[in-house]
């Protein structure tokens, strides 16, 4: 049974950081892609930022970048999305995905999810 599990989020001021894990169980981890995306309320998914399984590539959406850094620990299993200088606007859910090919930033490519962990930034 494959398992993505997230924690890490909470509340947070603006400005403050938060990092983000992801706990894969039942697939090679080794040979994923990994993909953060996010959702606020009355909002669709969008893509966040994405690693690929050896780590030598990464991909941010505009809105994060120079904010936000994807990483990946593949003896844990675990990859992590450490956020910096957060905004009122990076409030959400964060999922973590899983594709075994490539790193997308389309959600419907990826292959398994995770349930998400609500991440609130206040003004």
């Known amino acids: 049974q494959v398992r993505l599990v997230e924690s890490g989020g909470g509340l947070v001021q603006t400005g403050g950081s938060l990092r983000l894990s992801c706990a894969v169980s039942?697939?090679?981890?080794?040979?994923?892609?990994m993909g953060w995306f996010r959702q606020a309320p009355g909002k669709e998914r969008e893509f966040v930022a994405a690693?690929?399984?050896?780590?030598?590539?990464?991909y941010y959406a505009d809105s994060v970048k120079g904010r936000f850094t994807i990483s990946r620990d593949n003896a844990k299993n675990t990859v992590y999305l450490q956020m910096n200088s957060l905004k009122p606007e990076d409030t959400a859910v964060y999922y973590c995905?899983?594709?075994?090919?490539?790193?997308?930033?389309?959600?419907?490519?990826?292959?398994?999810w995770g349930q998400g962990t609500q991440v609130t930034v206040s003004s």
């Open positions: 995905a899983a594709v075994l090919a490539g790193i997308p930033d389309r959600s419907h490519e990826y292959d398994y």
């Open positions: 039942g697939l090679a981890f080794s040979t994923y892609g």
């Open positions: 690693i690929s399984w050896s780590a030598d590539r990464t």
